[in-house]
Nanobody, 125 residues
């Protein structure tokens, strides 16, 4: 079992920045990737960004490309999401996810193995 725990989030104004962090604990020897998803009220959970644990690949949704940056610390078993140029549409609960195996489409919610409890991000316009 792997337990991802998010921190950060909160309230920001449009155009501002926030930083989320996620720490993975438990059986972390077989991490394949870590990522972030988000879910706004009334909507499905959607992919935001992900990074391969070996550092060879990052991926971003079109809606955050160029504004958000995902980074990892292999030693600390953490992954951060730096969110800049925030928009009101970024308001959502953000979830950290852990993946232990390869899949062809890691943007699918069902392809991830472990989830954090989520942290609220609210952007005021």
């Amino acid at each position: 079992q792997v337990q991802p725990v998010e921190s950060g989030g909160g309230l920001a104004q449009a155009g501002g920045s926030l930083r989320l962090s996620c720490a993975a604990s438990g059986r972390t020897d077989s991490l394949y990737a870590m990522g972030w998803f988000r879910q706004a009220p009334g909507l499905w959970r959607e992919f935001v960004a992900a990074v391969l644990w070996d550092g060879t690949r990052t991926d971003y949704s079109d809606s955050v490309q160029g504004r958000f940056t995902i980074s990892k610390d292999t030693t600390k078993k953490t992954v951060d999401l730096q969110m800049d140029s925030l928009k009101a549409d970024d308001t959502a609960v953000y979830y950290c996810a852990v993946k232990e195996t390869f899949s062809f489409n890691w943007r699918r919610v069902g392809d991830w193995d472990y989830w954090g409890q989520g942290t609220q991000v609210t952007v005021s316009s």
